[in-house]
């Protein structure tokens, strides 16, 4: 392109942004709405009362144990949630209320210490404003005796899960952070003060400031006389909000494997999602049932994952969905460990999984007793995230390679994908969401535009030069007409190859479809980013509240739930958004501009693609309002360059101008114009 034309596009970018800018300012500005996170939350719980409970409707089937007298004793006596205290954890951006009953997470909810609301839940229906917190890990009422940071350790778990634990008053507080520690058996009002092999478990739960990390450690002392194994682990996530997107393949299991050189393993990327994962347990039990073997409710991790190196163990157990992660990890100052996990389906949006370290000895006396420590997250599926959170004190290992920033990953394509999440992310703390995708949108298609301009020129040269060669062809084509025999075809297709070189005429010229070749992984890396993108979540702009959503710029909707038309809905809610119809109309728009080929096979090709993208624009019709917004503007974009480019060849004498008629003088024309 002439440095005209350049200055030209810069002007047309400055007047696309002006434009939006003073639209934003001036016509969809809300000073008086409430901003999206962390300010004044209305009708909403303080820290230190439990968040309410989201029941999922399923009951309950499961039958509760009775222990005897004497295990009653050694503290077995389950008790009701009603019966429990419940404990306040918070620091910056959430709230864990943890129950006495088992000493585990009953429920976590995105409230911070002063009671503000960090995260909102994003409704099901896109024409919903964001309203009630956001509670990642709720109380599933289908899983009333199971919840997260429940003990693995024996069969008295069914008991111990859901007896009172002693809140340790005395226990030795955290430099940072806020910790509880509780015990069990409870040290008075039960006629032991350990269990029957001596040992007494204590939990602690530490929840370090200025992240969403928690640490764990289960100690145990042996206060018998004769040692004892133990084979300890802890349930990590019990059922998860999939926020944004219900039912969706997004909401699946994460797994991370190490192995004994400190290698990293990732299984999460084509892992199935919850409905998948009972299914196939499912299908298992049926193959168990014909060999007459056993049958469990649950599966291992390593059979899930079909891990059969025993150099593999497990590091990361638990959740993902589009936005959020939850899950338990193992301590990474103690590597090489084999580690494990099961697998416990709830119901077909519900599950559980758990982590467990290898089997240790626990020898009589105080100075002797073990611990296991592990890791919990319940945050942002953010790299720079969990970054964060893995680099909270203790200091990484730097010879860990690999860290939880590979459970953010947008898949194959993240090569792409994440440098374009990094750019959008930096634009978006400079001037807002919804500029960011402008000026990202106009960063990509401004590098694009040296290949554009010779993709352009290339077929404007080819169109010329078939103008000339056209007659010729038709007159080969006329001459083989109706002569079907192999040596006919093969003299046609000689002549025609003998005209096309006369006039330096290829085939198809590459450089016209090069750029579309090269958009197409920005393409997908752009889809992987808008996916994935945390920033972008409940992000306004214009009259759009949430540029992660559907814009639903028409306030109606209808449920037409998982039926024909749900790849049109979001969350089986059919909306009426105007930015995909609007991307059809400047695709058609596009393609009209475009010039027509006087090749036949040329001419096929770009019908075809007419059909493309307005196909694209109803496919796509459910997806992110960003993901739309960032093809009008590079359709904008793409119209005004045409039309840029086309300009420039004419001043070049490549193309002829369309204003003037063109003069054809009779010594001009070819020879081949008068054979007859």
């Not at 892992?271 to 056993?294: S, V």
């Not at 611990?371 to 970054?387: C, I, Q, S, T």
């Not at 792409?416 to 969401?433: E, M, Q």
């Not at 990509?444 to 062809?473: C, E, H, N, W």
Request: hydrophobic content about 40%; charged content about 20%.
């Amino acid at each position: 392109m002439h440095r005209k034309d350049m200055v030209q596009m810069i002007v047309v970018i400055i007047v696309i942004v002006a434009a939006f800018f003073l639209a934003q300012t001036f016509l969809f500005s809300t000073p008086d709405a409430p901003p999206q996170q962390a300010n004044q939350p209305a009708n909403e719980p303080p820290a230190n009362k439990p968040a309410p409970v989201i029941k999922d409707g399923t009951p309950s089937t499961e039958v509760k144990p009775t222990p005897t007298q004497k295990e009653a004793g050694y503290g077995f006596v389950p008790i009701e949630k009603a019966q429990a205290k419940v404990h306040a954890l918070s620091n910056e951006f959430l709230t864990a209320y943890v129950s006495e009953r088992g000493a585990v997470i009953q429920s976590l909810v995105y409230v911070n210490e002063a009671g503000e609301t960090v995260y909102r839940h994003t409704p099901d229906n896109p024409i919903d404003p964001p309203a009630r917190p956001l509670e990642l890990i709720p109380d599933l009422e289908a899983s009333p005796d199971l919840h997260s940071l429940a003990l693995v350790l024996d069969d008295n778990d069914k008991w111990r899960n859901i007896s009172r634990w002693e809140l340790v008053t005395d226990a030795k507080q955290p430099e940072s952070g806020k910790s509880l520690t509780f015990r069990f058996p409870p040290s008075t009002g039960f006629e032991h003060s350990a269990e029957s092999d001596g040992t007494v478990i204590f939990k602690t739960i530490h929840l370090l400031p200025g992240t969403y990390r928690f640490d764990l450690t289960v100690r145990i002392e042996n206060r018998g006389d004769t040692p004892t194994e133990k084979v300890v682990g802890l349930w990590g996530p019990v059922g998860m909000t999939n926020d944004a997107m219900r039912n969706s393949a997004e909401h699946s299991r994460i797994a991370l494997y190490g192995s004994t050189e400190s290698k990293r393993f990732v299984q999460f990327e084509d892992a199935p999602n919850l409905r998948a994962i009972k299914e196939e347990i499912q299908d298992l039990n049926e193959d168990l049932t014909e060999e007459g073997r056993a049958t469990h409710d649950w599966i291992d991790a390593r059979t899930l994952d079909d891990i059969t190196s025993e150099d593999r163990y497990l590091t990361v157990h638990g959740f993902r969905t589009q936005y959020f992660l939850a899950f338990i990890a193992a301590d990474p100052d103690n590597r090489d460990q084999r580690w494990s996990g099961n697998i416990l389906p709830i119901n077909e949006q519900h599950a559980a999984v758990s982590l467990v370290a290898p089997k240790f000895t626990v020898t009589p006396g105080a100075d002797n007793a073990q611990e296991v420590r592990m890791r919990f997250y319940a945050g942002p599926r953010d790299k720079e995230v969990l970054k964060t959170a893995w680099l909270a004190v203790p200091p990484a290992d730097e010879e860990i390679k690999n860290q939880w920033i590979e459970l953010a990953t947008s898949g194959f394509f993240d090569v792409i994908a994440a440098p374009l999440i990094w750019l959008l992310g930096l634009l978006t703390d400079l001037v807002g969401a919804g500029f960011a995708i402008i000026l990202l949108t106009l960063i990509v298609r401004f590098s694009l535009a040296p290949l554009s301009y010779r993709g352009q020129k290339s077929m404007a040269v080819y169109t010329q030069k078939m103008k000339v060669v056209k007659p010729k062809l038709d007159a080969i084509r006329e001459k083989y007409d109706g002569k079907k025999g192999q040596e006919a075809q093969l003299k046609m297709l000689t002549e025609t190859r003998a005209a096309m070189k006369e006039q330096n005429v290829g085939m198809l010229p590459l450089g016209g479809c090069l750029p579309m070749f090269i958009q197409l992984p920005i393409f997908i890396g752009l889809y992987r980013a808008f996916g994935n993108a945390f920033f972008l979540r409940q992000a306004e702009f214009l009259w759009i509240h949430d540029l992660s959503l559907p814009d639903a710029t028409i306030p109606a909707s209808y449920y037409v739930g998982e039926g024909f038309l749900s790849f049109l809905a979001h969350n089986g809610w059919m909306t009426f958004n105007i930015l995909p119809m609007l991307w059809i109309v400047l695709s058609v728009l596009q393609f009209k501009l475009q010039p027509k080929s006087e090749d036949p096979q040329q001419a096929a090709m770009q019908r075809n693609m007419a059909f493309i993208f307005p196909l694209m624009g109803l496919f796509f019709y459910g997806f992110a309002a960003g993901f739309s917004f960032y093809f009008i503007i590079s359709s904008i974009y793409s119209i005004a360059e045409s039309k840029l480019i086309k300009r420039n060849l004419v001043k070049a004498g490549i193309t002829p101008d369309p204003k003037k008629k063109p003069k054809v003088e009779e010594d001009s024309k070819p020879d081949y114009h008068g054979a007859g």
